[in-house]
Structure formats: C-alpha cells, structure tokens
C-alpha cells in the first residue's frame, strides 16, 4: 500500500508549464494532496531542498510491450531503465505493432507471431485484445505504468495476414471493428508503421478508414511515416490528408528528415505542421534527443521481401536470385520505398542486437561484410536467416540541427522510441529523460525547464487521455520524480548503452516509492493505464 510522504523544500514544476515554485508536495493513499492535510508525523519526510518535483515522466513512444513479461530473462538495467530516468508510464504500441489483436488464421497468427516476438522479444505473442493485454501486465511485476495504442500492422495481420495488396471493403470494416474494441477497452489511439510490413502493403484510404474511428473516439492516430528521408515532405502530406479527410487527430512519431537528401527539411515539416494547424487540424509530434535511430534489421530491405509473412522472408533470403533482386532494389531504389540504405549506406549501419553473434554488435554492416569477404546484402541475409530475424541495428542518419528544431517547436512531445533488446540497445532507452534535461534544457538552453517538464508531462497525458496524470494538482495520482537540475546527465552511449543517469533521485508510481538514491526500491506498483473517455 502506498503510504504518505511529505516532500520538502523543493522546486516544483508541476507540468503546466507555469514558472517553477518553492513549496512542499504531499502523497497520500497514492494521490496528491494538499501539503498542509498531512502532517510531518505522520508521513515520511524527505527533504528536496534544492531539487526539482515535478509529475512522473510520460514517454509517449516505446517497444517494451513485451519486456515485463519477460522478467525472469530481462535483466534489470535493460527492463527498468526507462524508470529509473523518471519515466512512471510508457505508452507502447507504437510504429503499427501491439500485442494485439491475435489473428483467428493460424497462418496470420503464426506471422504476426513471428514479426512481434523478433521486433519485442520471446514474450511477444499477440493476445486477443486490449483487455489481455491489461490483464497481462497487471499481473507482471512492473516496476511503472504501461499504456498501449493499437497497432495497425496487428490489425492488418490479424485480418489478411502480410498479403501484398490493398483490402477488401469488407477486410477494412473488419479492422475498423477490431480497433473500435481496442480504443471501447481503453487502447490510447492507434499507431502505423508505414514502412513495416503488413502496415507499409495499406493504401491511404485504408487509413482514412480507421481514421474515422479514431476520430469518433477523439484519440489520435500516430504514424511513423511512410518515409523520413527523400520524401518525407509527400509523407507527410498523406498523414495530414488522413486526418484532414478522415477528422482525426493527427500524431507525428519520433519526427525527423534523415538520410543524405533529408538535412534542413525539417524547417519545411514543421511549416507544414503549423499550416495544417492553422486551418484546424490537430497536429502534434515527438521527437528523441539524438541523431541516430534504432530499428529491426529486416526494415533496410525492401518491402515486397516481407510479403507472405516472416518465413517468406526467410525462404527469399536463402535464394541466391532474392538477394541478386534485394541488391538491385536498394542499388536503384523503387517507388514508395523509404530505402535506408540508398540514403545513405551501410557504413552508417550498426548491428545492435544479434544474439547468437554478439561479436558483431557495435560494428558496422559495411565493416562486417568486409572482414567476411562478402557484399553487404549477402551478408546481411546470411545473419537474418542465422539468427531467424531477430537483429536491431542503430541507423546513424540524421542532423543535429534538424533535431534541435523539432524538439524546440511547439506541440513537439518526448518520446525514446526505447527498444530494450538485449546486445549493445540504443542508448535512448536508457539515457532520453535525463539527456533532454541535462543537455538541452541546462548545458544548450534549447527548452526552459519549465517547457521540457511540461512536454513530458501535461502535453501527453492530455494527448492520449491519461486521466489524472501529468500533474501536480490536488487528485491528481501521485507518479512524481525529483531530480537536481545542476546534475541530471545521461552517461548512456552506444558502447555502454545501459549505464544508469545521474541527478534523478526520487521517482514514486502511485505513491509508492520505486527509486531512492537512484536505486531502485524493489516496489513494482505499476499498472496498465487506459484512456479514459
């Protein structure tokens, strides 16, 4: 049971965006209260002299749907590093794929089986809906608060499998049906990954489609677009066009113009976000502090390899006339294809997480196929097919001016986009609370305090309707971190991606302590959190 505590002396940022205040901040029964209904002999006191309280972090874009699951395999460092930053709630689900929908074909249900657990891990089987998910992490021992958008790549492959081809009228009525009884059961809004397979097979008006749902039930629809490099402006422009056609509210995830021909466009995005704005659209976005992405290693080939599903995949990877095809895709490029690797090469792409060949994590493709004497592409296929798919690699690709921009435009939300794999995981899971506050908010001055706290905070719980969280205010439920803005730092790198920040001393879940010291307690009080209407 949470019991009382009086927090005194402190700076409270209470994620308004207000000016920050000298006061004492008092829990109770797992709420906020008023400092003067408890009294100090009564609570535990904790002097925070000199230290922010502001409202647990909330971050808005994660892939951990699976890693509480997983416990007794996942290591502490890798499960609980995003809370030991300040981070009392992730909101999972992201980039098309959730733990649900399970598809009632055995063949899709195999598929999507296959793609969630090498992109989430082992314990990445779907389940059949938003209620198992709740009941799932309800009975994990989660040491903070998940929430979950619903995936539309899970939706696709429950309904038509990873078939290359647009769906039927009624195919699309069946997701649409699918997705009103995630976002009835308290789903946060629903997600695309646009350049992951089934999602990337989706024609626009499929989207608009599921749109219209979204829109009945005024929870926003979040897109990793169709591209972030050489069109990310065209991509971009079918997301407004669905919320503009469909009256949805529109979510931009983990926002960037990367890749050669990507540098400066983010001056154009953003413009086009303030225009959609300003003929009343509801346009926001999020963005990690870093200037490097992290995704599955499959994503760098070309759409039509994955149709079939994961063991179509596979099979096209041992054939010697596939790879000769997957070269000439990459090497030319082709239509509505995002193609990583043709802006900007594999000399820039690092394996991340390849379980049977730890060897090679840390290192680039380019610099692995060379010490192998193969292409990249026959390299590549051989370690997919080595290790059944499940590789994460880290895409060095992006400009730090273009991320500065982003992050310090308004309406733009936090988000780590945290994959915790096991290997060398970006250091984003570990380091992008503390990061934002450290470097851009006390070394840059790109944010106030202030504004970071509140883009943390009140914006996403108001975003993805996280009742009563995101604030200090009286009732409010008490997640809270305190931290020592002249210290905050994260000591997370691409070498040692899981070393813990420092400056983050106290973070509560409910009114119940998780981190004391930056340690944490042993406390696990969190819980799956639904929209609330």
Known sequence: MPGDYLLRGGLVVDGSGAAAVQSDVALSNGRIVPPGTITPQDATVIDVTGLVVSPGFIDVHTHSDATALDARSTPPDLAWAAARQGVTTEIAGNCGYSLFPSAQDSAHADSLRDFCTALLGPAGSPVPGMEGFAASHNKAARVNNIASLQGHSSLRAAVLGFAQRRATPEETDQMCTLLDDALNAGAAGWSSGLIYPPGTYADTAELIALGRVSARHRVPYVTHLRDEMSRVEAALDEALEISRRSGTALHVSHHKTAGRNGVGKSATTLAMMDAARSEGLDVTCDVYPYV?????????????????????????????????????????????????????????????????????????????????????????????????????????????????????????????????????????????????????????????????????????????????????????????????????????????????????EHVFVAGREILCGQRLTGAAPGVTVRRRA
Do not use: C
Request: glycine share 10%.
């Open 292 to 504: 490097a992405g992290s995704t599955s290693l499959h994503a760098m080939l070309p759409p039509w390899a994955s149709a079939g599903g994961f063991q179509a995949l596979l099979a096209r990877l041992a054939e010697p006339v596939q790879r000769e095809r997957m070269r000439a895709s990459i090497e030319h490029g082709e239509p509505g294809w995002e193609n990583t690797i043709g802006n900007g090469g594999w000399d820039r792409i690092d394996i991340a997480g390849a379980p049977k060949h730890p060897a090679a994590e840390g290192h680039s493709i380019a610099k692995l196929a060379a010490q192998a004497g193969q292409d990249p592409v026959d390299f590549v296929a051989d370690l997919l097919l080595a290790e059944t798919g499940a590789v994460t690699i880290i895409s060095h690709s992006m400009d730090e001016a273009d991320m500065q921009r982003v992050m310090a435009h308004p309406g733009t939300m936090i988000g780590s986009d945290g994959v915790p794999r096991d290997g060398k995981p970006h250091p984003r899971w570990a380091g992008t609370f503390a990061r934002v506050l450290g470097r851009y908010v006390r070394e840059l001055g790109l944010l106030s305090l202030e504004d970071a706290v509140l883009r943390m905070t009140a914006l996403p719980a108001q975003r993805f309707g996280l009742a009563d969280r995101g604030s200090l205010v009286p009732g409010a439920v008490a997640d809270v971190v305190v931290f020592d803005p002249a210290a905050v730092e994260d000591r997370a790198t691409f070498t040692e991606p899981l070393r813990r920040p420092i400056g983050i």
